[in-house]
């Protein structure tokens, strides 16, 4: 089972529309959660990194929060654009990297 | 700043054949480079973590023999698929720690489509 799983698998919304992508996690001890995107093709890029204090962080429409209590972590994207179509990453860092199998978002006119 | 390059973007070989690709930290000193393997609709698979003037530490499963890897500047790393097969077309990504800066913050390159016929 892997450490860090991640909801739904795939995601269609449509454009203007929010929405809310899941991480749980099982990774002991924690260090560290960050989100990824990532488009086809390319490679991931961080959006958020959340330490075991932190809540909240924002990234302009991104807004990533934190439950180290019940290790979960969510991703909401306000206000989504045709651009934000990519798979999302998550990955906790421990005593190394666990990485989440994406979510593949696809936001469409 | 903090952007990493790769070199080729893509490339194609023939089986039994070597390909070298490398990873470069255009604006700043990477001590610490690692290399992924994502294959189709995955999410990234670590390979190795190199450390500038090291060897590098293989992650149970990967090759070493087969995954060559060299990081022999703190802005430069190689990863060389040796005796290529096809089942070794895959989609390699790596990513640079910066000099300095806490552990977790990775900076992606865009990684090389291998495709080994």
């Known amino acids: 089972k892997n450490q860090v799983e991640q909801s739904p698998q795939s995601l269609i919304i449509l454009e203007g529309k929010n929405c809310t992508l899941q991480?749980?996690?099982?990774?002991?001890?924690?260090?560290?959660l960050r989100w990824y995107k990532q488009d086809t093709g390319r490679g991931p890029v961080s959006l958020t990194i959340?330490?075991?204090?932190?809540n909240t962080k924002s990234n302009g429409r991104y807004t990533a929060t934190l439950d180290a209590d019940t290790k979960q972590s969510s991703l909401h994207i306000t206000a989504s654009q045709l651009s934000d179509s990519a798979s999302y990453i998550c990955?906790?860092?421990?005593?190394?990297?666990?990485f989440g199998a994406g979510t593949r978002l696809t936001v469409k006119p | 700043g903090a952007v990493v390059s790769q070199h080729p973007s893509w490339v194609i070989c023939k089986s039994g054949t070597s390909v070298k690709i490398e990873c470069r930290s255009l604006?700043?000193?990477?001590?610490?480079m690692f290399w992924y393997r994502q294959f189709p609709k995955q999410s990234l698979m670590l390979m190795a973590t190199?450390?500038?003037?090291?060897?590098?530490?293989?992650e149970q499963g990967v090759e070493k023999d087969k995954f060559l890897i060299n990081h022999a500047s703190l802005t430069l790393s190689t990863l060389t698929v040796t005796s290529a097969h096809p089942e070794d077309s895959s989609f390699y990504i790596c990513?640079?720690?910066?000099?300095?800066?806490?552990?977790?913050?990775?900076?992606f390159g865009p990684g090389t489509r291998l495709t080994v016929t």
């Open positions: 604006d700043f000193q990477a001590t610490t």
């Open positions: 991480c749980n996690y099982t990774v002991s001890p924690f260090s560290n």
């Open positions: 959340m330490t075991f204090s932190e």
């Open positions: 990955v906790v860092s421990g005593n190394d990297m666990r």
């Open positions: 990513s640079a720690s910066r000099q300095g800066s806490l552990a977790y913050e990775q900076y």
């Open positions: 190199s450390n500038e003037g090291s060897k590098a530490t293989y």
